[in-house]
C-alpha cells in the first residue's frame, strides 16, 4: 500500500511537469489544436488598427501575438466564423475584444499576459452572445482570474473550456445562463469546493472534463439531474473514499475516468446501478490492492452483465504494482 501510494504521488508530479512543460514551451498551437488546418498568420504586433486578413477566410490562426489585443483589432474580420490565437506576451485586452468580430462562432485563446493576472470580465466578452465555442487557456504559473457575472451574457454556448484559472470554489453563481451547453471543461483551475447543485445549471451536458483540481469529496446527488451525461473525467484530483451514491443519475454514462486519485474502495453494485450503460471505466493510480483491483473489475462486468473496457493497472512505461510489487 505505501509503496502504491508512493507512486501515485509520483505519477501525479510527472503528468504536472509534462503538461506544464509543453504548454509553456510550446510557442505555436499544436497543444490544443492538433487537428487544425486552419490558415495561420504569425507574429503580430498588435495595434489598435484593425487586423487585416484574406477575405475569403472563414477560419484562421493567428499565432504569436502580442501587444494589447484592442477592441477595434478584430472588428474587420467580417467572415471568420472560427478563430484561435496563441499569445506570447498579451499585455492587456480591451472590453469587446474577443468578440469584435461580427460572424465570430467558435473562439479559442491560449496566452500568457506579461504584466498582471487577466481578469476575464462580461464586459470582455461583450457581444460574445452568438459564442457557440469557448477556450480560454493558460498555463498554471500565470492564472486567470473570473469575474462571477463574466458568463452570463452567452446564451447559445454549446462548448466551454477554462484552463489555468483560479477558481477555487466552483459556484453555480459563474456559471448563469449556460442551457444549451453541452461540454464543459475546467481543468487546472484550483478548485477545492464545489457547489452541491453545481450541474444543475447544465440539462444538456454530456461531457463534463473535471480534471487537475484539488476536490477531495462530490456534493451528495452531485449528479441527480445528469441524465445526459456520457462522459466524465475526474482524474487527478484528490477524492478519497467515496459511497459511489454520489454517481446517482448517470444513467447515460458511457465513460467514466477516476485515475489518479485517492480511492481505496470500489463498489461494483452502486456503479452496476448507477451507470448501467458504462462501457468505459479508468482507474489507475488510485491505492486499491492488485488482488482487490482484478477482483471488482471482474465482479463489475458480471454484474453489466457484458464485457466493457475497465483500465486499473499502471499506465505503460511505469511499474505495475500487480506484477511488481504484490
Known amino acids: 500500500m505505501q509503496v ?3 507512486l501515485v504521488k509520483l505519477y501525479k508530479m510527472f503528468q504536472k511537469s509534462t503538461y506544464l512543460f509543453l ?14 488546418n486552419f490558415p495561420k498568420i504569425s507574429d503580430i504586433e498588435l495595434t489598435k488598427e484593425p487586423l487585416q486578413i ?9 499565432d504569436n501575438v502580442n ?7 478584430l472588428s474587420k474580420l467580417s467572415k471568420i466564423t472560427d478563430l484561435q490565437i496563441y499569445t506570447n506576451g498579451l499585455e492587456d485586452v480591451e ?40 477556450e480560454i487557456v493558460t498555463n498554471t504559473d500565470n492564472m486567470l482570474l473570473l469575474a462571477q457575472d463574466a458568463l452570463e451574457n452567452l446564451p447559445k454556448l454549446k462548448q466551454l473550456q477554462l484552463m489555468g484559472f483560479n477558481l477555487t470554489q466552483l459556484s453555480t453563481n459563474y456559471f448563469q445562463n449556460l442551457n444549451l451547453l453541452e461540454t464543459l471543461t475546467i481543468r487546472s483551475c484550483n478548485v477545492e469546493k464545489i457547489d452541491p447543485n453545481f450541474l444543475d445549471n447544465f440539462p444538456n451536458l454530456k461531457k463534463f472534463e473535471f480534471s487537475w483540481n484539488h476536490i477531495t469529496q462530490l456534493p451528495p446527488n452531485f449528479f441527480k439531474k445528469s441524465s445526459k451525461l456520457e462522459n466524465l ?74 464485457t466493457i473496457e475497465i483500465r486499473h493497472k499502471f499506465d505503460p512505461g511505469f511499474f505495475d504494482s500487480c506484477e511488481v510489487f504484490e
Open 4 to 6: 502504491i501510494s508512493v
Open 23 to 36: 504548454m509553456i514551451i510550446n510557442s505555436g498551437l499544436s497543444i490544443l489544436w492538433d487537428e487544425s
Open 54 to 62: 484574406n477575405e475569403t477566410y472563414t477560419q484562421v490562426k493567428l
Open 67 to 73: 501587444g494589447t489585443l484592442y477592441a477595434t483589432s
Open 95 to 134: 472590453d469587446g475584444a474577443f468578440c469584435s468580430s461580427p460572424s465570430l462562432k467558435n473562439f479559442e485563446i491560449l496566452f500568457y499576459t506579461k504584466e498582471k493576472p487577466l481578469t476575464i470580465t462580461k464586459n470582455i466578452l461583450k457581444n460574445c452572445d452568438k459564442l457557440e465555442k469557448l
Open 233 to 306: 473525467y475526474l482524474d487527478r484530483n484528490n477524492l478519497t473514499d467515496l459511497s459511489w451514491d454520489e454517481f446517482d443519475g448517470l444513467t447515460s454514462l458511457k465513460y467514466l475516468d477516476i485515475s489518479a486519485n485517492q480511492i481505496s474502495s470500489f463498489n461494483a453494485e452502486k456503479i452496476a446501478k448507477y451507470l448501467p450503460n458504462l462501457t468505459g471505466l479508468y482507474f489507475t493510480f488510485n491505492p486499491l490492492e492488485c488482488n482487490k483491483r482484478e477482483a471488482f473489475a471482474n465482479e463489475l462486468i458480471k454484474k453489466l452483465n457484458r
